[in-house]
C-alpha cells in the first residue's frame, strides 16, 4: 500500500496518552517506515477542569473535543483516545477506524498500607473518578468512604503518597503502559467491579472525509477486540451511557462467542443491577442491545433518570 509523505497524530499531553500515541506512531512506523509520522500534543477541557467530576462538567467528550477539532481542521490526520474516554456516539462527522489489541479491561487496587480491597478497615478513604467504581465499591464495601479523584494517573499516585487516601482504585492498561505495575497491589476481578466499556482499548478517530486512511489504519484493527468493544458500547449506548451513570459493560471472546456483561447502579450503591447474554461475534450489536433489555427488564432505566433528576437537582461546587 502506498502510505502518504506524512501523518500527524492528535494526542492529549497527559504521559499515558502520549505513551498510547507513540506506541501508534511505532505500529505505523513499522507498516509504513518512508513515512514522516509526527504526534500533535493537545491540552483538552477535560485536562483543565480539575476540581469538579466529570460527570459535572460535560462528561468524556471534554477529554477529545479539541482532538476532533485538529482532524476538522486538518492539522491532525488520525486521534488516539482510550476508547473507554470517548463518548457512545460520535459527533457526526467523525469515525473509528480501528480498535487496537486489548491490554488488561480491569480495575487496579492501589495502596501505600493495604494488599486488598477486602482488608481496608472501616472509614478508610478511596479514591476514584468513576461513579462506575464507586457504586460498586459502596455496593460490596459499604463501610468504605469514597471520595472523588481526579487528575492525570501521576497526580493521582501524588493525591494517594500524600496521605489524602488510604487507596485509589485506576485502570489497571494505564498503570502497566507507565511502567507502574509495581504499584498495584491487586487486580480486581470483574465480579468485584465490573470495567468500563472499552477499558483497555485503544480508538483511532479520523475525519469521515479521510475515508483514504481506512486501508492504511486496517492493520491496526484487531477483530476480537473490536467485537467485544462494539458489544459493549452497544450495550452502553442503548442506554444513554455516559460517566453521568454508573454503567459497567464488559465481553469476553472464546472461539468466536461472545459473552457479554452489563451493569447499571446507584452511585449510593443502594442498587446494581445485571444481566449477561451470549452471540456469534458476528452478532456483536444484537448482543449489545440484548443485554441493555435485560438491564431494562430489571427496570435499569427507571434508575438511570432517578440518578439523573439527583445529579439535576443536586448544588453544584
Known amino acids: ?30 507498516l509504513y517506515p518512508a ?14 477542569i480539575l476540581d469538579r467530576t466529570l460527570s459535572k462538567i460535560g462528561g468524556k467528550g471534554l477529554f477529545i473535543k479539541e482532538l476532533e477539532q485538529a482532524l476538522h481542521d486538518g492539522r491532525a490526520d488520525l486521534a488516539v483516545h482510550s476508547i473507554k474516554d470517548v463518548p457512545m456516539e460520535l ?59 481526579r487528575g492525570n494517573v501521576q497526580t493521582r499516585l501524588a493525591k494517594l503518597d500524600n496521605g489524602e487516601y488510604d487507596a485509589i482504585i485506576l485502570a489497571a492498561a494505564g498503570l502497566q503502559r507507565l511502567g507502574l505495575n509495581g504499584r498495584i497491589r491487586e487486580i480486581l476481578s470483574p465480579d468485584e467491579c465490573l470495567p468500563a466499556a472499552g477499558q483497555g482499548a485503544l480508538g483511532i478517530e479520523i475525519a469521515e ?60 450503591g443502594s442498587v446494581l443491577i445485571e444481566a449477561a447474554a451470549q452471540a456469534p461475534a458476528a452478532y456483536a450489536r444484537t448482543l449489545g442491545r440484548a443485554v441493555a433489555k435485560r438491564l431494562a427488564d430489571q427496570d435499569a432505566e427507571a434508575l438511570i433518570d432517578a440518578v439523573l433528576a439527583g445529579q439535576n437537582t443536586a448544588p453544584h461546587g
Open 1 to 30: 500500500m502506498n502510505a502518504p509523505d506524512k501523518l500527524t497524530i492528535a494526542s492529549r499531553q497527559s504521559a499515558l496518552a502520549m505513551w498510547q500515541a507513540e506506541h501508534i506512531k511505532a505500529r505505523l512506523h513499522a
Open 35 to 48: 513515512c514522516d509520522i509526527r504526534i500533535l500534543g493537545l491540552t483538552t477541557r477535560g485536562d483543565q
Open 91 to 149: 459527533p457526526e462527522g467523525f469515525l473509528l477506524a480501528a480498535i487496537g489489541e486489548r491490554a488488561s479491561p480491569f480495575d487496579a487496587f492501589v495502596s501505600n498500607r493495604h494488599n486488598t480491597l477486602a482488608a481496608l478497615p472501616a472509614g478508610a478513604v478511596v479514591g476514584t473518578s468513576s461513579l462506575r467504581r464507586e457504586a460498586q465499591i459502596r455496593a460490596r464495601h459499604p463501610h468504605l468512604t469514597v471520595k472523588p479523584l
Open 209 to 268: 472525509h479521510r475515508s483514504d486512511l481506512l486501508p492504511l489504519l486496517a492493520p491496526l484493527n484487531h477483530a476480537e477486540t473490536a467485537a467485544c468493544v462494539t458489544a459493549e458500547r452497544t450495550l452502553a449506548q442503548a442506554l444513554g451511557g455516559s460517566c453521568q451513570i454508573p454503567l459497567a459493560a464488559y465481553c469476553t471472546s472464546d472461539e468466536g462467542l461472545l459473552t457479554l456483561r452489563g451493569l447499571v447502579g446507584h452511585p449510593d
